[in-house]
């Protein structure tokens, strides 16, 4: 099946900085979705983004579909944003199911 | 603005004890899954319904079975719980190819 590898494993931000997540993915894809799991385990959908830009308030995502990686941005960081970060990917001969990366979870101190 | 709703949210089994997780959507989506998430594994995919009346395995169904009672509820059920089952388990539906997944807020279960 396809694997979906995101890098870094661990990050650890004071508030106010930036930073980059990546997602790797082995074949082509249908679509894309990154999540977010708070310190609670809630998990929220923040982008479907099979291809192209996306951004929301802070948060900002691009998948180069040809080149089979994504990433997020998270500019001015909050402690909020704390938590992991999962991205995830149907391929081609999926129902919509999605495979998950492992995830990078994520620290911001104040 | 339920969403996805899933219930009980903690449950501890003996061995061997069966329950049934139960999942429901408001959405009207179409399609409705149940994944499990242990530590450092990610989000592995148990059983999913693509349809009302259709269910398939994903990458870890062994120990489980489903139902999708109609379109808005999916449920899980363990027959025989094994302490390799201690998990949190999560729901989502989907609309296929329409925008992204929303997940309920999970169960955590332990078996013992």
């Known amino acids: 099946g396809i694997q979906v590898e995101q890098s870094p494993p661990d990050l650890i931000l004071q508030e106010g900085a930036n930073s980059t997540l990546r997602c790797n993915f082995s074949?082509?894809?249908?679509?894309l979705q990154w999540f977010h799991q708070n310190p609670w385990g809630q998990l929220i959908n923040l982008f479907y983004i099979p291809s192209g830009t996306k951004q929301n308030g802070r948060l900002s995502a691009t998948t180069v579909a040809t080149e089979r990686y994504s990433l997020l941005y998270i500019s001015s960081s909050q402690t909020t944003d704390s938590g992991v970060y999962f991205c995830a990917v149907e391929g081609r001969s999926g129902y919509s199911t999605l495979t998950f990366g492992k995830g990078t979870m994520l620290l911001v101190s104040p | 603005n339920a969403g996805v709703t899933q219930t009980p949210k903690f449950q501890v089994l003996k061995t061997g004890q069966s329950m049934t997780l139960q999942c429901a959507q408001d959405?009207?989506?179409?399609?409705m899954y149940w994944y499990r998430q242990d530590p450092g594994m990610g989000l592995r995919l148990i059983y999913y319904s693509a349809s009302e009346g259709t269910t398939d395995k994903g990458e870890v169904p062994n120990g489980y079975n489903v139902s999708r009672l109609n379109k808005r509820e999916f449920s899980l059920r363990l027959e025989s719980a094994a302490p390799s089952q201690t998990s949190v388990y999560f729901c989502?539906?989907?609309?296929?190819?329409?925008?992204?997944?929303?997940f309920g807020s999970g169960t955590r279960l332990t078996v013992v």
């Open positions: 074949d082509s894809v249908n679509n």
């Open positions: 989502a539906s989907s609309q296929t190819g329409v925008g992204g997944y929303t």
């Open positions: 959405m009207n989506h179409n399609s």
